[in-house]
């Protein structure tokens, strides 16, 4: 059972750029959740993916923008980046079943450093 | 963006003390999960809680979920050098899990 894996690990960016960070789901799970971690924070939600379209978004503003492909990886991309954007990226996949998600997984994170 | 209160926010023991750490919320989850972080890698889930009153373990690990639903503790006992890391607890939502703000674990040797 492969686990969730994100690439890159690390990246910097100049303000205004736009990144895409990528998660590969792990075995079994059908649902992709993407949070950003500010330094010394919690996780905060930004979006679910599921059945390729997003199901759940979290107070983000719409340069912040998903894909998830029919082998449930995911793209999380970003638009017109900002200094305050610098942050861990981590993907988790899960199980949804009916309104429920279970088995949530993380990814070791992506590093995202904007300059 | 919502988060849940967890304390302390950090501590400082020495190898072998129990430690206990705790979080609230404003809002009633039905799921509490409780996190370990360490450097470079993303949360690993380290105890679940489904059910109001539950009192889980795992190994020296124990964690209870408040009878209000709005509430959780953790306590580790007799903690040792690899316990070091960043703790989170989180509340499963429909969606999303809502985290705490995390509790910094540093072990004196």
């Known amino acids: 059972e492969t686990g969730v894996t994100q690439s890159p690990t690390h990246l910097i960016k100049t303000r205004g750029q736009q990144v895409t960070l990528r998660c590969s789901s792990q075995?079994?799970?059908?649902?992709v959740s993407w949070y950003q971690q500010a330094l010394g924070q919690g996780p905060q939600f930004i979006f679910q993916?599921?059945?390729?379209?997003?199901?759940g978004r979290g107070n983000f503003p719409p340069r912040f923008s998903g894909l998830q492909f029919p082998n449930y990886s995911s793209e999380l991309n970003v638009n017109a980046l900002e200094l305050d954007d610098s942050a861990l990226y981590l993907c988790?996949?899960?199980?949804?079943?009916?309104?429920?998600?279970?088995?949530?997984?993380f990814g070791s994170g992506t590093r995202l450093t904007v300059v | 963006g919502q988060q849940l209160n967890q304390s302390p926010q950090s501590m400082f023991i020495q190898e072998g003390e129990d430690v206990s750490m705790n979080c609230t919320s404003s809002?009633?989850?039905?799921?509490w999960l409780w996190y370990k972080q360490e450097p470079g890698e993303g949360p690993v889930l380290l105890i679940a809680?489904?059910?109001?009153?539950e009192l889980t373990s795992n190994g020296r690990l124990t964690a209870q979920f408040g009878i209000t639903r709005k509430d959780s503790f953790l306590n580790i006992s007799a903690s040792i050098p690899s316990d070091v890391g960043i703790y989170f607890c989180?509340?499963?939502?429909?969606?999303?899990?809502?985290f705490g703000q995390g509790t910094r674990l540093t072990i004196n040797p």
């Open positions: 993916y599921y059945r390729e379209e997003e199901n």
């Open positions: 075995s079994g799970h059908n649902t």
């Open positions: 809680l489904y059910k109001a009153g």
């Open positions: 988790a996949s899960s199980l949804k079943v009916g309104a429920a998600n279970y088995g949530y997984t």
């Open positions: 989180a509340g499963r939502g429909a969606q999303k899990l809502v």
């Open positions: 809002s009633i989850f039905n799921t």
